[in-house]
């Protein structure tokens, strides 16, 4: 396994030695990533929530420059870039619908629309595929995608009497929309580096790229950055190439329907769906497919807006299904389980009192149990905490993610016993045992006796984690080739035969040696050579589909629910809006409030926890409003004043200053973590037993980010709304507006 220990020390080998370059694009120089020590790695700042303006700079000055791979992004399918050379496609050359007239406008053209008559084709489980138009590049007529290898990336005229372009030339159109000086400006980065950097970025094949994690794209505005590093990527071919955009490391089935047990497959399962149920959160569903936007147009309203926002594009949003539990909107939530989360001090916004007066409120939220280590922000309202265990008490397969591209899977497993309540059948207190109590007294599918079939059509129980998790090992163990038996002596060594017969009894007496035998390495990983091949691409699974959008049809056609307008279904800067896609400029001055916030994660938190140790809290007892040095000379602030940063609705984060460089002009930060309102801050009493609380714990701060003003007191006097991304749902932590001053 490839940790970030040891690929740390591999880059700073590469970066002494020559062979690595990197620009670091942050609005914070933090952690000692970047130091005048290390050669070839650079900090440019850059200004919250302007990550698409930078992107948009590159691609721009790229496709002027023709620097982009024109193989790469002309290949229609996965077939035709496989035999090319490369490791994935585009839709750059798919024809878009651009006839205002046309019932299929916005959309891409499909082979009907084309006259085209293309044989039906399609896929596994017989559904018919999408026949979508290209012009044929070795032929200029247009032809349905699967059909040929190559398409015309930029074409823009009539098909079938259909006007249509190419998504690539509408690209074009969109990254052209400012100026290479406007775009500095937006950003703080200056023309020469936008410049220098896209230059680079090419020059290298499809070596090249760009690591862009939750905090690039944690504003209103955040998926155009996902689109932007998504075309970044692809104008350069390097999507599944080694050394270029390699994705997250694939795995065998654990979890699922493995070699040896089939846990994927609940026999009795309801039939729930999005078709037939409407998450919470407003995700998912467009506002005018929902029942309630049905059922006020047939009783006669017309353009019906809803009490709060649909997110169409978006998936399960936590933020979101916190609001609406509190709004009782779109319905109301009578009970409410929490698992290991702190969603109320990770909203932006939502720790308010406004908002906690709800959730504790019983006639919004008439039950809501927490299952947790700590009583947290969140879990401190619950009407019950169920006892969980630690990391070092449970079991989780987690796949390695980007820090490791081969194959395999990461084990966690019980390393000591359990210090929650022991129950009485010799279980311990956990989420798992709480859940499959719950299930079994509800009589619920997929629990309790019967509950899992191995391959072999055998049913096993489900009571307890190991029943569940040995039996993923199991899938592990078998997985591709079984692995050995662990020897007598590695078993003594290493004391797995001390383990609790429990974890033997959850597997078959041929399974146990070989589930130990992964145990004791901590997971199991295949050799790079199953995955990388010697001429750059994945060896293993690049012939499966890896397609970029240049065009989002979906995106193109979801329409906003509270004002109509539509986002581009192409990459291009949107400026920070509010739900109503009405930019937030339009609402209130931006020199009055001229600062947009960051966050960063500092070396002595993590997202919520460490504020409990008090070593970590000797090394930094509270963090700071981080301030550019000349922004706080033009504000008169010293380093160590009391200041505030307060929104346009008059939301504020006070704290202490610290004036620095490598902070970007124009915005503050603050590392996250701090500012706690519990976590070992107040006094806990269980059972007549008083834990006292520490008030280091609460020391620091937090962003508060002004509500929705075109949602709360609009829509409905008592609706709480918090600034949200248009397409995902998720809070918008970065950016915003607010002006600072001493406190």
Known sequence: MINFQSSGKRTLANLAAGKLKIDVIDCTLANGSV?????????????????????????????????????ALSFTTQKAAVAGGFGAYTNATYLVIVDEGHPNHLKLMRAADAGIDAPEEKDKDGKALDQFVVIDAATGQPAVHSACGKGALEFEGEVNGVKVRTGFSLLKDSVNEYTMEEYSEITGVSVEDLERIAKEYTSHGTRAGICHKGG??????????????????????????????????????????????????????????????????????????????????????????????????????????LLSIVNRYPYQAKILTSFMCNTLQATPGAMRDEVVERLCDPEVLPLHIVCDVFVGEHAQYADYIVPDVTPYESFGLPTTGTTFTGFGTTVRWQVKEPESMLLDDGRHASWETFLADVAQACELPGWGENAIKDADGKAWPLRDACDFYLKAVANLAYAEEPVADISDEEMRVQALDELP?????????????????????????????????????????????????????????NKNCYSGK??????????????????????????????????????????????????????CSHNYIELNREDAVALGIKDGDKVRATTPLGDVSEGIAMVRAGQTKGAFALAFGYGHQNYGAQDIE???????????????????????????????????????????ASPGRCGGMFKIEKA
């Not at 790695?41 to 023709?66: E, G, H, R, S």
């Not at 589930?515 to 050579?529: K, T």
């Not at 020391?699 to 600034?723: E, K």
């Open 566 to 619: 539509r986002l581009p279904g192409v990459f291009g800067y949107n400026p920070e809006t509010f739900t109503d896609l009405s930019p937030m400029t339009d609402h209130f001055s931006r020199e009055e409030y001229p600062f947009g916030a960051s966050e960063h994660k500092p070396r002595f938190r993590s997202i919520s926890m460490l504020s409990n140790s008090p070593v970590m809290r000797d090394l």
């Open 686 to 728: 269980v059972d007549g037993a008083v834990t006292k609380g520490d008030p280091a714990v609460a020391a620091g701060v937090r962003i508060h980010q002004m509500l929705d003003p075109t949602v709360t007191g609009v829509t409905g006097d008592d609706v709480i709304s918090i600034i949200a991304e248009n397409d995902a």
């Open 35 to 71: 130091t005048p020590t290390i050669p070839g790695i650079n900090w440019i700042p850059i200004k919250p929530a302007t990550n698409a303006a930078f992107c948009a700079a590159l691609v721009q000055k790229i496709i002027a420059d023709k620097t982009y791979d024109a193989d």
């Open 501 to 557: 017969e429990s974890f033997k009894a959850a597997v078959t007496a041929e399974e146990w040696p070989k589930v130990l035998n992964v145990l004791s390495r901590g997971g199991r990983y295949w050799p790079m050579s199953y995955v990388h091949d010697a001429d750059g691409r994945r060896s293993r699974g690049f012939e499966k589909e890896n397609q970029t959008y240049y065009y989002s049809e979906k995106r193109a056609l």
């Open 216 to 321: 690039s794209a944690a504003s209103v505005n955040g998926i155009d950055t996902v689109m932007g590093a998504a075309v970044l990527h692809a104008i350069i071919g390097a999507n599944q190439m080694i050394g270029g955009n390699a994705p997250n490391s694939p795995a065998p089935t654990t979890a699922g329907n493995g070699a040896r047990y089939k846990l994927g497959t609940i026999a009795g399962k309801p039939d729930v769906s999005t078709k037939n149920a409407t998450y919470i959160s407003r995700t998912v569903k467009a506002w005018e497919k929902t029942d309630e936007y049905k059922n006020r147009v047939a009783a006669g309203e017309k353009d019906p807006k809803p009490l709060m926002p649909w997110f169409g594009n978006g998936a399960a949003s936590d933020s979101q299904a």
